[in-house]
């Protein structure tokens, strides 16, 4: 039985990423101000659109280096697992504009 394990990686991937991004995030934006987030957030998305761009797609590792060395540039030392998860969604958002996976629905809380 040959099975293709594709769809079930970027099932987890997807899941992760939501996780991440609905409690990571959050704490994140507790330890900043307003301002602090929103300038790390736009260098993050700067920093995946350019990598994007200069690396090919299975240099997945020099990607997010790139993103962590350009934030690092900047004075951003903040927790490792917070930096991945605001990599991560920004990623997510990144393939989502470009139609490569679908966007996930939240429901509303009752």
Do not use: C
Not at 89 to 100: C, K, N, S
């Amino acid at each position: 039985m040959n099975i293709d394990l594709t769809q079930i990686i970027l099932a987890v991937i997807g899941l992760i990423s939501v996780v991440l991004t609905g409690f990571v995030i959050p704490w994140l934006k507790n330890k900043l101000t307003d301002h602090q987030y929103d300038t790390l957030a736009s260098l993050v998305r700067v920093g995946v659109f350019a990598a994007e761009q200069l690396f090919t797609s299975d240099m997945w590792k020099e990607k997010k280096q790139y993103v962590v060395d350009l934030l690092a540039e900047n004075g951003y030392t903040v927790d490792t697992t917070a930096v991945d998860a605001l990599i991560e969604a920004t990623v997510r958002e990144l393939r989502i504009e470009q139609g490569q996976v679908p966007k996930i629905e939240e429901t509303p809380e009752a």
